[in-house]
């Protein structure tokens, strides 16, 4: 991953130095000080984090020098460096673009830490590996340097207190959605000691050096995206079975008919890796004991014996799918074999599903007796409950969840983005019916602010909605926007519900190419 973030940062003009544990063997290496260097753009950060290791960028004018006499011991991070070159997409906007990035390791060049902006660590998921190389390079960081992790969802706070209390205020969590080219999603996760001038002026590169979509999340298991986007899963996984519903036909119902990428559920699992979704459910498992939802935070049986036979999906060549021949094939969960896929939408769902208007779709899928119909009604419902009870744990409003879903997970709309579209107080009456009558995933009542007779919606012309009472409206003008961002739905209204509104235009961020929304 930290190999990918490299590319990533070169891609942009940032000069950037590739970490990695030292070789057993020396081999010949690239001096920084000999590369390259590409022109400086003006950036409160550049540098990024390592492959197993880390990775910095180095100001121009202050690359440190790696003397060619001394043995090499680049062995990991070169070919960490000759993957990018096998990686499809490329995550390298050219093949040159590899000759920017320096190679370092641990033993022989902590020095050069020192003249970096930006160190970004990017090892395995491990918090006391991740503990040991804190305390190894915190001596050599400069007197300005931030550090971040691109922790997946360890706790930050936890990271911090690491490092001696003088650095606290420069450390933070940087996630990079993966692959960082092509994912527009990152997510900044500040623990409790770090500076909130530090914090902006690092969402401004992300955005305007990096073309990212930024979100910040609070320092919660598995943080913003990937938590609603795996209780989603979760959700899937749990009314599927419930209903019986094959993992095909599942496919065919949660994909581009509900404004989400064709590879839909299982296909998606597949792609991401069974044993990555699986490492992260047990996160949440482990650290979320309170959680009204804590009980289906548990991998499935037919899941855990996929991952013991070593099908993890697309890396391994067989997961809940398996191409056979010219042939695509499913699991079948009665039979514990393979079957061809063709999983089929019944005509009347469908010509629900087709349907644009959400409030129309919604109040019909909830008022059809078909399987299918009550499978997806039974998903949205629990997602915007979910969401709606822990907005205030994660995120400090409604806006950074919505756009860490689009981003992250590809969807057209956000969860509150279609609960507002669909008519909020209609859906807080039926998430609260069915809620009463046990057919939710969790009984846990939906906080005051989301039953407020008086809300109609959460994103408005004044902001999105915010949780935290210190959270006020912006009155500034905008001095820029996130590249390319289509609008939440609701940004246009024009009255201003109760409560507090959070719009990120404060920053100095801008427009530098257009992105999609992804």
């Not at 981003?407 to 069915?434: H, L, M, T």
Request: net charge neutral.
């Amino acid at each position: 991953m930290g190999a990918q973030i490299a590319a990533h940062l070169v891609n942009a003009d940032v000069p950037t130095i590739l970490f990695d544990l030292p070789a057993r063997e020396g081999e010949p290496a690239l001096s920084p000080s000999s590369l390259p260097l590409p022109s400086p753009q003006s950036s409160p950060a550049s540098g990024r984090g390592g492959e197993g290791g880390r990775q910095s960028s180095i100001p121009a004018g202050e690359r440190g020098a790696v003397s060619l006499r001394e043995p090499s011991l680049n062995g990991i991070v070169n070919k960490a460096l000759e993957g990018l070159k096998k990686l499809d997409p490329s995550p390298l906007a050219s093949p040159s673009r590899l000759n920017f990035i320096a190679a370092a390791n641990y033993d022989q060049h902590l020095d050069q830490l020192r003249d970096c902006d930006l160190v970004i660590e990017a090892i395995a998921e491990r918090m006391d590996w991740k503990a040991d190389l804190y305390r190894k390079v915190a001596p050599h960081l400069g007197a300005q340097t931030i550090f971040a992790s691109n922790t997946s969802g360890l706790s930050i706070n936890k990271l911090a207190q690491v490092f001696p209390e003088n650095l606290r205020h420069r450390f933070c969590g940087i996630h990079f959605f993966n692959p960082p080219r092509y994912m527009h999603l990152v997510e900044l996760i500040p623990c409790i000691e770090t500076d909130a001038l530090l914090l902006n002026q690092l969402e401004t590169f992300l955005v305007s050096g990096l073309g990212k979509g930024v979100v910040r999340a609070k320092d919660t298991p598995n943080f913003l995206a990937n938590r609603i986007g795996v209780f989603s899963l979760l959700a899937t996984l749990h009314h599927a079975q419930r209903l019986g519903l094959g993992f095909d036909t599942v496919d065919a119902l949660t994909g581009r008919y509900l404004g989400r990428p064709k590879s839909a559920t299982f296909r998606t699992l597949d792609v991401v890796g069974l044993d990555t979704f699986a490492h992260v459910v047990n996160t949440m498992r482990d650290n979320l004991h309170d959680d009204p939802w804590h009980a289906y935070y548990a991998v499935p049986d037919w899941l855990n014996s996929l991952i013991e036979q070593g099908a993890l999906g697309q890396k391994a060549k067989r997961g809940v799918y398996q191409k056979m021949g010219k042939d695509i094939h499913v699991l079948d969960l009665g039979s514990k074999q393979y079957r061809p896929s063709h999983g089929e939408v019944d005509d009347g769902v469908k010509a629900i599903l087709r349907e644009r208007d959400w409030g129309k779709k919604l109040h019909d899928l909830r008022g059809s007796a078909h399987p299918q119909a009550q499978f997806v009604w039974s998903v949205f419902r629990d997602l915007f409950h979910y969401c709606g009870v822990h907005l205030a744990d994660i995120a400090g409003n409604a806006r950074d969840l919505d756009f860490a879903v689009r981003w992250g997970f590809g969807w057209d709309s956000g969860p509150f983005e279609i609960w507002q579209s669909a008519g909020w107080q209609k859906i807080v009456g039926w998430i609260e019916e069915e809620r009463e009558r046990g057919k939710t995933m969790s009984d846990a009542a939906l906080p005051h602010w989301a039953r407020d007779a008086a809300r109609v919606a959460v994103h408005t012309a004044l902001g999105s909605y915010s949780p935290d009472g210190t959270t006020s409206h912006s009155t500034k003008p905008a001095s820029g926007q996130v590249a390319g961002y289509r609008p939440l739905a609701g940004e246009g209204l024009g009255e201003r519900e109760g409560g507090s509104y959070q719009q990120r235009s404060q920053l100095t961020v801008y427009q530098r190419q257009e992105f999609p929304d992804r």
